[in-house]
Nanobody, 124 residues
Framework: QVQLVESGGGLVQAGDSLRLSCAASGHNFGSYTMGWFRQAPGKDREFVAAIDWAGVDANYGHSVKGRFIISRDDAKKLVFLQMMSLEPKDTAIYYC?????????????????WGQGTQVTVSS
């Protein structure tokens, strides 16, 4: 089992960058494939990015590809989401998620563990 806590959200202007962090506690963090999802008011949860348990393979949602980068530091049990060229449409609550092993897939139902989320607001 793993517990997840996100941090790093805030209010930024369009064009700015922001880095989110997800701190994990529990055992065998290196065995978990990690993902980031987001949910804007009135919208469904959207896949943002995922990185596999080995840190080798990453996957990105279409709307963030080329602007966001996911990475992980297994020694510190951290996952990061570096967000660049932020746009107002990126405004949402961002959630960190984890699943045991497996590919960095986009389906939220495949992730068993979730954090509480961190708010990102991008003003125009």
């Amino acid at each position: 089992q793993v517990q997840l806590v996100e941090s790093g959200g805030g209010l930024v202007q369009a064009g700015d960058s922001l880095r989110l962090s997800c701190a994990a506690s529990g055992h065998n963090f290196g065995s978990y494939t990690m993902g980031w999802f987001r949910q804007a008011p009135g919208k469904d949860r959207e896949f943002v990015a995922a990185i596999d348990w080995a840190g080798v393979d990453a996957n990105y949602g279409h709307s963030v590809k080329g602007r966001f980068i996911i990475s992980r530091d297994d020694a510190k049990k951290l996952v990061f989401l570096q967000m660049m060229s932020l746009e107002p449409k990126d405004t949402a609550i961002y959630y960190c998620a984890a699943k045991l092993l497996g590919l960095p897939t986009a389906g939220s139902g495949q992730y068993r563990y979730w954090g509480q989320g961190t708010q990102v607001t991008v003003s125009s």
